[in-house]
């Protein structure tokens, strides 16, 4: 009896380990022509981002597919890790056909990606094929916009009596720094706050400085006016409109601004929108970031070079990157996914959330900066971490004046190992 | 008498100091479970502006519906239990082979070849992670659920030393009997040595247990289809770049820590036992 139950239950285990895998090929299939002579066989999608952001992509695959049943998509939905999971496919000699990446990534894969020579004519703005372009060459297309903008709550404005900013142009710095300090009211754990600490990566901006020399060789961190956005954040902190590093530690500054602590939230991306649907307790409108600083983040489709199914993979790039239906989908998903590319399909977008000013991610979309990218993003991050950790930016107490010539000077010698 | 009395008093004041730490450690412990479980139950304006309140204000009981069908939880579970069920398996049978080889074949280099075994401990898993990809690959094993199963089938150092450490302890009388008896040390091995050693078998088992239900970076690297993948990544999914839908995450992240809470304390005994007789050499 008990022999008996040994070999039942190893046979139920021998079977179910069989059915631990597929004996389907896991690259790539060679494409070919079908009989009308367009491209057949599959191709492999590879994306990153949440469960909804993935639900959004999957709709406009799902799109593609209905309109060109001879290619097969396989989505290959990276959770997490997005980047290293990419690195190994590439090493292993199993990337995918098709890869979603920013234009940050870029210069990092560039390597890896075919080059492309998409037609800016087509897109919202010159600069979505400019973010995809590293060292005068295009790596991919752009597919979708996530730019920032400032979420504003509205029942502190009219507290104190504040004209309600404009939905189109964005304010000064001087205009943003009197209503920090018209708002910030109260002490301790019930303080309200003009605005959420503010974060150089957007302020360089707003101050008319950036990262790096226009034709991206050498960086400009130690310039004039990188100093004054620099001196400007540290002065909202001693001026305390922003909340101070003890009170931020292990905090999300979204939250505090959903509590109603926070009057100006200035880095305000498409994805905290689903977020704010849920918000009861107080009125709030979204407002060009203040001196149209900020950088959107460009997400583009790019080609494997090692892609066995090019012809395919090229079909379903354009198809998901300039077909009006393919873009008003993305663009109108109920996630707030992010802008689309195609002027035309800008509408969608702006319907998600009735009675919100949405125009004001639109209008960041075209006009403004594209994030800044290099290829030795690791190093460069670590040397721009002596900011925030030498200077009162962050933890430190030494002169912005001589750390911010310094990080310049070490990124340069970076760059210049290139 | 009054000097009993002192000690006695003494006695009892240590024991009221001991249970205020103990009970301030369990409570410290204890609190980011009960947060979890209360944020599951909250609203995402809830969870930003109650801080330490535990309390819902309002009941959330569909975030637990919402977070269990926002994914296929069924294939995940399914998945996940293939892949730590099969693991255990591989792991205890083989690492208790070699562990029981180590313990008892007193052969010229079993030493040196223990160390070598040992020291593949040292390797972080970054070194190895692209080599076992190309090998998977050209197995042909990517994209499915063996890359997580099959390595367990091959020993483990750690585990291989747990076993041999508890197996060193047992008598030699044991297996000398049995030899007497005619046993092979096949036999040797699977008749007595494996039986006695429950409590090793329970910690082991227990421990890749959670390693493989927790498991979160080998489904991430070879599981591309949605057909494969666990339940760890669909936890993922709830965490944007920027946003994070924190109320759904907790609610499938308490259904997804129960299986190993119940485990933990129902093998509490023999796990610790499995821990304490492995450590330390006596005959």
């Known amino acids: 009896m008990k022999k008996w139950l040994f070999i039942v239950v190893s046979l139920l285990l021998v079977i179910s380990l069989a059915a631990c895998g597929n004996s389907k090929d896991t690259g790539s299939n060679t494409g070919s022509s079908s009989a009308e002579g367009g491209p057949k066989g599959k191709i492999t999608f590879a994306f990153w981002g949440a469960q909804t952001e993935a639900d959004a992509i999957k709709n406009v695959v799902a799109d593609f597919q209905k309109q060109y049943p001879d290619v097969q998509v396989e989505n290959q939905w990276i959770q997490s890790d997005y980047l290293t999971k990419l690195q190994m496919m590439i090493a292993g000699g199993t990337a995918p056909d098709v890869i979603l990446v920013s234009g940050g990534d870029l210069p990092g894969f560039a390597n890896a990606f075919q080059e492309v020579n998409p037609d800016s004519s087509k897109f919202s703005s010159p600069s979505l094929v400019e973010s995809m372009t590293y060292q005068g060459k295009t790596y991919a297309v752009p597919f979708i916009i996530k730019p920032k903008v400032m979420a504003i709550n509205i029942d502190l404005f009219e507290k104190h009596n504040i004209a309600l900013p404009s939905k189109t142009e964005p304010m000064t710095m001087e ?8 708002i910030t009211e109260g002490e301790g754990k019930t303080k309200i706050y003009g605005s959420e600490p503010l974060w150089i990566g957007n302020m360089l901006y707003s101050f008319g400085a950036s990262h790096y020399s226009p034709d991206n060789t050498r960086s400009t961190i130690d310039s004039p006016e990188a100093i004054q956005a620099a001196e400007y954040i540290i002065s909202t902190k001693q001026a305390g409109i922003v909340p101070n590093d003890t009170e931020k530690q292990g905090q999300s500054m979204m939250d505090w601004y959903l509590a109603g602590r926070i009057g100006m939230f200035t880095d305000f991306g498409p994805w905290y929108i689903p977020q704010m649907a849920e918000v009861k307790n107080f009125k709030w409108d979204l407002v060009p970031f203040p001196g149209n600083g900020g950088t959107k983040e460009v997400d583009g489709l790019a080609i494997s070079k090692t ?19 393919a873009q008003d989908i993305i663009g109108g998903n109920k996630t707030a996914y992010g802008v689309p590319v195609l002027p035309t399909a800008t509408q969608a977008f702006e319907d998600i959330f009735e009675g919100k000013n949405l125009k004001a991610f ?14 030795r993003t690791n190093e460069i991050s670590k040397e721009m971490k002596m900011i925030t950790d030498l200077t009162p930016i962050g933890i430190g107490n030494q ?18 190992q290139d | 008498m009054s000097a009993k009395k002192e000690r006695k008093n003494s006695k009892t004041a240590i024991n009221i100091l001991a249970y205020l730490v103990l009970i301030a ?3 410290a412990f204890l609190y980011p479970f009960v947060w979890m479980i209360s944020a599951s139950l909250k609203s995402l304006e809830e969870i930003a502006v109650s801080g330490m309140n535990l309390w819902p204000g309002e009941w959330r009981w569909d975030n637990y519906v919402k977070a269990l069908t926002s994914f296929p939880f069924g294939r995940y579970l399914i998945n996940t239990l293939l892949t730590t069920i099969f693991p255990i398996i591989g ?11 180590f313990a008892r074949f007193k052969v010229k280099g079993s030493g040196i070849l223990f160390l070598l075994v040992l020291s593949t401990m040292l390797l972080p898993g970054e070194v190895t992670m692209i080599p076992q990809f190309i090998l998977f690959k050209n197995l042909g094993m990517l994209d499915s659920l063996y890359p997580l199963i099959v390595p367990a089938f091959f020993g483990s150092p750690f585990y291989i030393f747990l076993f041999r450490q508890f197996y060193s302890r047992l008598p030699v ?10 046993c092979g040390y096949f036999k040797i091995w699977r008749v007595i040595f494996l039986p006695l050693s429950k409590p090793a078998l329970i910690g082991v088992g227990v421990m890749v247990f959670m390693g493989s239900w927790n498991n979160f970076m ?3 690297i070879y599981i591309n289809s949605d057909k494969w993948k666990t339940l760890t990544l669909g936890l993922a999914g709830f965490q944007g770049t920027f946003a994070t839908s924190t109320n759904l995450l907790m609610a499938a992240a308490v259904v997804i820590t129960l299986p190993c809470i119940i485990l933990f304390f129902a093998a509490q005994k023999a796990f610790m036992e499995g821990l304490t007789f492995s450590g330390s050499k006596e005959n």
């Open chain 1, 175 to 182: 205009q943003f720094d009197e209503i920090a300090k018209k």
């Open chain 1, 307 to 325: 892609s066995k199914n090019a012809e395919a993979a090229k079909l379903f790039v354009d198809h998901l990157t300039q077909n009006q239906q």
């Open chain 1, 362 to 375: 639109v209008l960041a979309s075209e006009n403004q900066h594209n994030q800044e990218a290099q290829k």
């Open chain 1, 399 to 416: 002169d912005v004046k001589v750390i911010f010539p310094k990080v310049a000077e070490n990124i340069n010698k970076i760059l210049q």
């Open chain 2, 25 to 27: 450690g369990g409570v």
């Open chain 2, 91 to 101: 792991t205890v049978l083989s690492c208790s082979l070699v562990g029981y080889a």
């Open chain 2, 173 to 182: 009388g044991l297996e000398e009997a049995a030899i007497i008896d005619g």
């Open chain 2, 218 to 220: 080998g489904p991430l």
